[in-house]
C-alpha cells in the first residue's frame, strides 16, 4: 500500500501535500465567510495543518532515510579498504614464506648486482690512483732517497761503491749503522755476517769516525773478492776485511743450520755492532739464526745487534727466539726498526 502511495506520489508528494493544504485553508475560510458550520470550518483548517504536518515530517524523514545511505555507503568502501589491507598483508606473510625469497629476493638481488657492479668500478679507479701514485714516490722511496743523500753528504766516496738495491742493505739501514759507528768507542769491533756495500760504507764510517774495524764473514769467494776489491779501491784496507768463511753444518738450540766456518769468527771478543744480513735464504731456512747463539758471549754489554730483512717471516720469526733467549746470561733487548732492519741492545 505504501509502496502503491509511493509510485502514485513520485518526488511530487510535498508539492502535492502542500497544494491539499492550501485548499482546504481556502474551504475553511470560505465555510466561515459564508455563514456555513463553524465544526466544518475547523475541520477543514484541522485537514489543512494536518496535510502541512505530513510534508514536514515525510520531508525529514527523507533526508534521514538519504543520510543513513550515504554512512551504509561510507561504511561498505571502509569494509572493502579493510579487505584489501588484510589481502596485501596475506601476500606480503605468502612472500616472506617463499622459501625462493619471491619477489623481494629479486629485487635485493638486483640490488646487490648494483653494488658489485660500484665496487668493481672503486677497485678499477684505486688501480687506476695507484698507477698515477706509482708514477711519482712513495713514501718509502723518499725515505731511501732521502737517507742515500744523507750518507753521502756524511762520508763521501771518491771512488765507486758496490750498488744499493738487489742484495745489498738499504740506505735507511746503512745510515743507521753508519751514525751508530760514531758513537760507538775507539777501540770498536764491528762485525757483519755477510759483506758487500754495507761493508764499504761502514769502513768509511769508521774511517771518518777515526775508530773502529770491520770485519765480515763472507761464504760466498766471488763476493768476498768483490768486498775486498771495493775495499781497496777506497784504501779502506787497513780499517776494513773480509773473511772468507765457507758455510759449515752447527746444531743450535736443537736446529741444523750451515754457518760461517767456526775459525773464521772464534777469535772474535768484544764487538760492539753485529749486523746479520747473511748467510741468504737460500741456504735454508732460518739460516740467520746462530748468529746471536754463537757469537752472543762475544758481544760487549750494550752492544747493537742489527738484524736485516726483518719483514720476512723467517727473520720474524728469528728475533722473537733471540728476544726470548738468554744464551750465557746474554739478552738482547728490542729497540728501533729502521726501513727493513730490526735493532736490538745486547745487555749482560
Ligand atoms: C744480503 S747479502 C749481504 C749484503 C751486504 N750486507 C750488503 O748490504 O751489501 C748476503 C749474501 O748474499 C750473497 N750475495 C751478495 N750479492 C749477491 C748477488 N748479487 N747475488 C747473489 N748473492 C749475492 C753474498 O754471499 C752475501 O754474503
Known sequence: MQRAVRALLGSRWPLLGMAGA???VVVAIIVAATG?????????????LTLIGLVVVGSSAREAEQRA???EKQLKSLADSVASVATSVQAVEARQNDPSGGPLAAIIGAQRLDAAVRHDELVALHEGLRADLHATLTEQQLAELSALANLYAMLGADDEVPAFGGFAASPQTVLRLASLVRRLPADALIVECGSGSSTVWLALACRKAGKGRVVALEHHELYAGRTREALARHGLGDVAEVRAAPLEPVTVGGEKHDWYAAPQWTDLRGIDLLFVDGPPGSVGPRSRYPAFPLLATA???????ALDDAQRPDEADIAADWLAEAVDGVRLADDDLVGRTRFFTATR
Open 36 to 48: 456555513g458550520s463553524l465544526a466544518q470550518a475547523a475541520l477543514a483548517l484541522l485537514l489543512g
Open 22 to 24: 492550501l485548499a482546504a
Open 299 to 305: 758481544l760487549d754489554d750494550g752492544a747493537v745487534v
Open 69 to 71: 545511505r550515504k554512512t
